[in-house]
């Protein structure tokens, strides 16, 4: 099967209170306290508002499984939800595929994956000593609703003042010529450039001990898998403000 090329959603979001939640990493617990600090933060500000979570809900942390059945949940009462593409579920999809082999998908965390799904990642290769038969055995066991949902996710959310994504940008290419992989993986392309990014662009991928604020990119990926710190951004009337689990 050849990678299909993801879904790119525009917006407007000038009337629309909008919160952005960084990378969750498997941790259910933190997803949910920062619903609940969202739903009090929403409590003053008019109309329907929406949440936009920007990839890498799996691996690392221990509840993957139950982050993504939380996810295909419907949004809080009053809310919109659009959950982006990271590269732990493009890195999924890739084994699932046959484009990633079982090691080099393990060596990125996705045991703990394995382990929220009722898989033991140690003893499955010594019940199935051929790798075709562990590979097929995986391919199947995993919920095809989850593998569904995974495939389906947006990789970016362009708005007229704001780029939601989940690693960031090319600042040499346009917005319409940027890669899917850069958009899932980039580093030190985007976060080393001098060139004016377009607008404000929101992101994760790379951790750090706080939120990471620049002119124009704010970096939300506060390690919550280890930290416990997950970060959210409220973007409403041209202003921001963040806070944390």
């Given at each position: 099967?050849?990678?299909?090329?993801?879904?790119?959603?525009?917006?407007?979001?000038?009337?629309?209170?909008?919160?952005?939640?960084?990378?969750?990493?498997?941790?259910?617990?933190?997803?949910?306290?920062?619903?609940?600090?969202?739903?009090?933060?929403?409590?003053?500000?008019?109309?329907?508002?929406?949440?936009?979570?920007?990839?890498?809900?799996?691996?690392?942390?221990?509840?993957?499984?139950?982050?993504?059945?939380?996810?295909?949940?419907p949004?809080?009462?009053?809310?919109?939800?659009?959950?982006?593409?990271?590269?732990?579920?493009?890195?999924?999809?890739?084994?699932?595929?046959?484009?990633?082999?079982?090691?080099?998908?393990?060596?990125?965390?996705?045991?703990?994956?394995?382990?929220?799904?009722?898989?033991?990642?140690?003893?499955?290769?010594?019940?199935?000593?051929?790798?075709?038969?562990?590979?097929?055995?995986?391919?199947?066991?995993?919920?095809h609703?989850?593998?569904?949902?995974?495939?389906?996710?947006?990789?970016?959310?362009?708005?007229?003042?704001?780029?939601?994504?989940?690693?960031?940008?090319?600042?040499?290419?346009?917005?319409?010529a940027?890669?899917?992989?850069?958009?899932?993986?980039?580093?030190?392309?985007?976060l080393?450039?001098?060139?004016?990014?377009?607008?404000?662009?929101?992101?994760?991928?790379?951790?750090?001990?706080?939120?990471?604020?620049?002119?124009?990119?704010?970096?939300?990926?506060?390690?919550?898998?280890?930290?416990?710190?997950?970060?959210?951004?409220?973007l409403?009337?041209?202003?921001?403000?963040?806070?944390?689990?």
């Open positions: 099967m050849a990678r299909q090329p993801r879904p790119r959603l525009t917006l407007d979001i000038a009337d629309i209170p909008t919160y952005a939640i960084g990378d969750i990493h498997g941790r259910r617990d933190l997803l949910v306290k920062a619903e609940q600090a969202i739903l009090s933060d929403a409590a003053r500000l008019p109309g329907r508002k929406l949440i936009v979570t920007l990839g890498d809900y799996i691996d690392r942390g221990p509840e993957s499984a139950q982050v993504i059945a939380h996810l295909m949940e949004a809080p009462e009053g809310f919109d939800r659009i959950c982006l593409a990271g590269n732990h579920e493009i890195a999924m999809l890739d084994y699932i595929d046959g484009w990633l082999s079982y090691d080099d998908w393990m060596r990125i965390g996705a045991a703990h994956s394995l382990k929220s799904y009722g898989l033991d990642p140690e003893h499955l290769p010594l019940v199935f000593p051929s790798g075709a038969q562990l590979d097929a055995f995986l391919r199947h066991s995993l919920p609703t989850h593998i569904d949902f995974m495939r389906a996710m947006p990789i970016m959310l362009d708005t007229p003042s704001v780029l939601f994504v989940h690693a960031g940008i090319d600042p040499a290419q346009p917005l319409e940027q890669t899917d992989e850069d958009l899932v993986l980039i580093r030190h392309r985007f080393d450039s001098r060139i004016p990014l377009p607008k404000l662009v929101v992101h994760g991928h790379t951790p750090n001990d706080e939120p990471e604020i620049r002119a124009r990119r704010l970096n939300l990926d506060t390690r919550a898998f280890r930290s416990g710190r997950l970060t959210v951004a409220r409403w009337q041209g202003q921001v403000h963040l806070f944390s689990t």
